[in-house]
């Protein structure tokens, strides 16, 4: 029994990692860059749903598309005042700067909200309990919610303009320059995108543990092994990879002491790194 | 016996810092200046070094592994020893990938140190740290001597890997680092064994990074794992080494002592703020450094210093 209760926290985790690593993974094959602000990107977006929530006394279901959007806005705005005009050099600039710009979003958070934890409601919630196992009904929200979202994604992907763009360059950068894709447009969709897809990531993470300025950081190394794992670039493949680093950390904890959960996510990276370097899905083409 | 009170007190703890900062900037300065290797792993290099020497040096203990007793000077070699082991693993399994990976890997690493640096208290005595790790002859001198002493022995570790890095800059060896940062695949073609050269100049940074964590647990006589969160051991020597100009020794060195000199400032400023604030200041900190990075890397990403955009080139000499 206890082997699948681990099996459904590790679901519940693996969908907020692949909420996560979808952006990273999208951001990462468009723009080409390895965007260390990530994880913190998600904290961010956990607090300005605490912000609508808390301060305004917004409903969780009204906080939640606002705080999508926030987190949105943010991307966009640090893109165009800073990555915009780094673009021009080298990738490793980039890195170098998101890197600065996670800690000044951490500290910035830290400011505002203070160093101790946070929740969006006070009291604790009973599991509903069937067959000898036990879910919370958050993480039934959870679990909904991020299905609802990738569906939404690969509508989007699938069927708009934009959408076929950002896979378009995603593929191929320069044949899909050459046939006169805006690609300034192209990044700014995918900063919002990816960032509302975390934001709300981040939202799911503070609803199942509780927000805190490192939650984000935490998490930053499974999203990348989750990233990896599916094929950079490759928005489908960050869903298997996600589920897989979810699972495997939850599952890890019978054989392991917890404390060494995230370097069950590294190792599982540095596998899949020198065995299949285009990850599980890729094609093994690039 | 001296004690070192107010100013030269301050002057000296300050240099001392600044020193161990500059051997941290100047290792960085060879895996990043010079061959373009992208570790953001340096707060695990640097507690490795730190738990090494102090294991070896510190008096027996039941609480953590050793308390060797032994020499200074042996905890210093055993440091960069230690040190350099882990980055020979490490780069056993990583140098091999793209930078940006090699760079998600290091962190990946620094974690894990970090988790083990807390949970394995048989080694380390987990979060409640190592106490009392002297400085070199400090009974010998009395407090405010060896203080002086420590100073000047970190600043001529820092000459000496100063005067060993430039040569090795100049030296055929330093020629083919920079050819591997500039183009690979040329260096590759050119019959070099580009995997091999990565890996000297990796193990290489990260002794040095080892031997400034061993000067540091001697320094403050006291090290646990909250000295080596990521914000300030990477953090501040990547905005160091970019300050001061990567790929340049003396811009490392220089960026070391402006940025610290920066951050100790910031200190002096928090301090003015309210006590209700006091918690906030570290944040405050950070947040001020970040924003100086992002303008250091718009305005002039190339250092104070310069030095991988101006490469003096005079005519194409034979190289290697």
Redesign the interface.
């Known amino acids: 029994m206890e082997i699948v209760q681990l099996l459904i926290y590790g679901i519940v985790l693996g969908s907020i990692i692949t909420l996560g690593a979808i952006g990273l993974s999208l951001i990462y094959g468009i723009i080409r860059f ?1 965007n ?1 602000a990530h994880g913190d990107m998600m904290m961010a977006g956990a607090y300005i749903a605490l912000f609508f929530v808390v301060t305004v006394g917004l409903p969780m279901f009204v906080a939640f598309p606002l705080a999508m959007a926030g987190g949105a806005l943010l991307a966009v705005t640090i893109d165009q005042l ?1 990555y915009r ?2 673009r021009r ?1 080298s ?3 980039l ?3 998101s ?3 996670a ?2 979003l ?3 958070i ?2 505002i909200w ?2 101790s934890i946070h929740v969006y409601e006070q009291g604790i919630k009973l599991p509903i309990r069937f067959w000898g196992l036990g879910i919370k009904p958050d993480q039934l929200y959870i679990l909904g919610g991020s299905v609802a979202l990738v569906a939404a994604l690969h509508l989007f992907l699938k069927y708009t303009r934009i959408g076929k763009a950002m896979r378009a360059l995603s593929d191929n950068s320069a044949l899909a320059q050459a046939s006169g894709i805006d690609t300034e447009r192209v990044i700014i969709w995918t900063w919002v995108i990816g960032a509302s897809l975390t934001a709300a990531a981040g939202i799911f993470l503070a609803i199942d543990t509780q927000l805190h300025p490192v939650m984000g950081w935490r998490l ?2 499974p999203l ?1 092994a989750a990233a ?1 794992l599916g094929g950079i670039g490759k928005p489908y493949g960050a869903i298997a990879g996600g589920m897989a680093i979810g699972i495997a950390q939850e599952m890890s904890t019978l054989v392991i ?1 917890p ?2 959960k ?2 069950v996510a ?1 190792a599982l ?2 596998i899949i ?2 065995v299949r ?1 285009a990850g599980l899905l890729g094609g093994g083409t690039k | 016996m001296i004690e070192l009170v107010g100013i030269p007190s301050i002057l000296v703890y300050f240099v001392t810092f600044a020193g161990i900062f500059g051997l941290l900037t100047l290792g960085l300065n060879l895996q990043w200046g010079s061959t373009g290797l ?1 570790n ?1 792993g340096i707060a695990g290099f640097f507690a490795v070094g730190a738990y090494a020497s102090a294991i070896l040096t510190t008096d027996a203990s039941e609480s953590y592994l050793g308390g060797a007793g032994l020499p200074f000077i042996v905890g210093m070699v055993g440091a960069m020893l230690v040190s350099g082991v882990v980055a020979l693993i490490i780069g056993l ?2 140098l091999r ?1 793209r ?3 090699l ?3 290091t ?3 620094a ?2 140190l970090r ?1 083990v640096l ?2 394995e208290g048989w080694l380390t005595n987990g979060v409640r740290g190592i106490a009392g790790i002297d400085k070199p002859w400090a009974d010998l001198l009395g407090a405010g001597w060896a203080q002086i002493v420590f100073l000047a022995v970190v600043l001529t570790a820092l000459g000496l890997v100063y005067v060993a890095f430039e040569r090795a800059h100049r030296s055929p060896w330093g020629r083919v680092l920079r050819a591997i940062r500039e183009n690979e695949a040329t260096a590759q073609a050119s019959g070099k064994n580009v995997v091999r050269f990565r890996m000297e100049a990796f193990v290489l940074g990260s002794m040095i990074m080892g031997l400034a964590g061993g000067l540091y647990a001697h320094f403050f006589g006291f090290i646990s794992p909250e000295a080596f969160e990521p ?1 300030l051991a990477t ?1 501040l020597i ?2 160091m080494l ?1 300050a001061g100009g990567s790929g340049n020794n003396r811009g490392a060195i220089l960026g070391a002592f402006v940025v610290w000199m920066i951050w100790s400032g910031t200190e002096l400023l928090t301090n003015r703020l309210p006590a209700d604030m006091a ?2 200041a ?3 900190r ?2 001020l ?3 100086l ?2 303008v250091i ?2 305005t002039r ?1 190339e250092g104070i210093l310069g030095g991988r955009k101006r490469r003096r080139q005079p005519a194409p000499t034979p190289d290697d």
Do not use: C, H
Request: proline content about 6%; cysteine-free.
């Open positions: 390895a260390f800073l005009r780094l050099t990738p490793v600039i890195l170098i700067s890197f600065g710009v800690l000044v951490r500290s910035l830290q400011l203070g160093p930053l190394l990348f990896i002491t404390a060494y995230p370097a590294f990276m540095v790194l020198l370097p | 992208f953001i399994i990583t990938l930078a940006d990976y760079a998600i890997s962190i990946g690493i974690e894990i988790l807390k949970n914000e953090f990547w905005v970019i918690t906030q570290g944040a405050l950070l947040l450094i970040g924003v990075l992002q890397l718009l990403p």
